[in-house]
């Protein structure tokens, strides 16, 4: 992502970081019906807590910090057809996992024998999965997904219609328009209730999933998003500590009233940034039309975002994934081949078994004496 060199506040409160806050909508969206759908959530319960967690999130770090769902585990009980009292339980055995690393010191440790030019090619192999992703959604009504690409490109720096609010006015209407509006949506009061997970589906899951979605956790929720945020905002650098103890503290919270597993995420956060996110006014804004649609809309929630023309969205989601490449197109020599494999083997595979074999091959290449072309850890 190319920084923004311009001065901003903590908290700014304006249509840019509106259109900012809905940057990482494509992997909220899809996910969120899928567990609402197939594993029973309660949609008051899943958008209250993580518009909450946003409001906190951006008093806390006072920076755009995405807040999204875990993906193996979201997909995983997705699939599966966990309970929404499984999905609720694995946030709490997550969040108990997050505090062990980090008090025990074995997250700083990881972060430190961590190459930036590993991190680079995770990045590029995220970008990747995003395009495709994107291309998927785009693909049962491309024409949407083109008109998507031209407005952002002709309006994701205007002052007064940010493209990411034109696109999402644009898919309200165009749900208006096919009638799904008067037919989905059923305004009430709705709030999310106080249970208490069980240890057994604790266990259960992390056994499921949990203990798979650890890896991808710590490459691209907390190595990833600490370089990008390195990256962005400079003079508010967040280390690898502070984002795991956070999310352990945002699911074990979660976990009692019925939230979804959530993270942070290099990819939200460059979509929110590209989109126009500057400061911390981007995820207050964000978390209370969360809550809001969760208070109000309730139950019909779910319903209004199963015909939204997710066409759009990848549109959107494509663009964010373009951005991941400009990185790794700076590294030269050992660096740069030992990111393309990192981002190969991640692709090929998953995130973790990449990150795994890219600090490996680097390990080797020091080892034989390549020292100094591997010096370049900040392209």
Known sequence: MQRDPRHYRDFEFNLRELAGSMGDFGTLFPLAVGLIVVC?????????????????????YRLPMPVEPKKVISVAAIAQGWTASMVAASGLGLGILW????????????????????????????????????????????????????????????????????????????????GDLANTVTF??????????TWNDVWRTMVLAGFAQ???????????????????????????DRLMLNMGAMNVASSFFGGMPMCHGSGGLAGQYYFGARTGGTNIL?????????VFLGQSLADVLNVFPMALIGGMMLMVGVQFVRPVIKLRAWPLYLALVTTAVSVATNMA????????????VRRLGRRDALSQDSP
């Open 40 to 60: 029973g959530m309660d949609p008051a319960a899943l958008f209250v807590m993580i518009g909450l967690t946003n409001i906190a999130t951006g008093l806390i």
């Open 99 to 178: 505090f062990i690393l980090t008090l025990t010191g074995l997250m700083r440790r990881l972060a430190e024998i961590t190459p930036v030019y590993i991190i680079r090619g995770i990045q590029l192999a995220l970008g990747i999965t995003l395009g495709w992703q994107a291309l998927q959604m785009m693909a049962p009504e491309p024409w949407w997904g083109i008109a998507a690409l031209a407005i952002i490109l002709l309006l994701r720096e205007n002052r007064f219609a940010p493209a990411a609010l034109v696109l999402m006015g644009l898919g309200i209407v165009i749900m208006a328009a096919r």
């Open 188 to 197: 009430g009061i709705r709030l999310p209730r106080f249970a208490v997970p």
């Open 214 to 240: 650890i890896p991808l956790t710590i490459t691209n929720a907390v190595l990833a998003t600490a370089t990008m945020i390195r990256d962005l905002f400079p003079d508010k650098p967040v280390s690898e």
């Open 286 to 294: 964000e978390g209370v039309i969360e809550v809001a649609l969760g």
């Open 353 to 364: 078994v990449g990150f795994l074999v890219g600090l490996a091959a680097a390990y080797v």
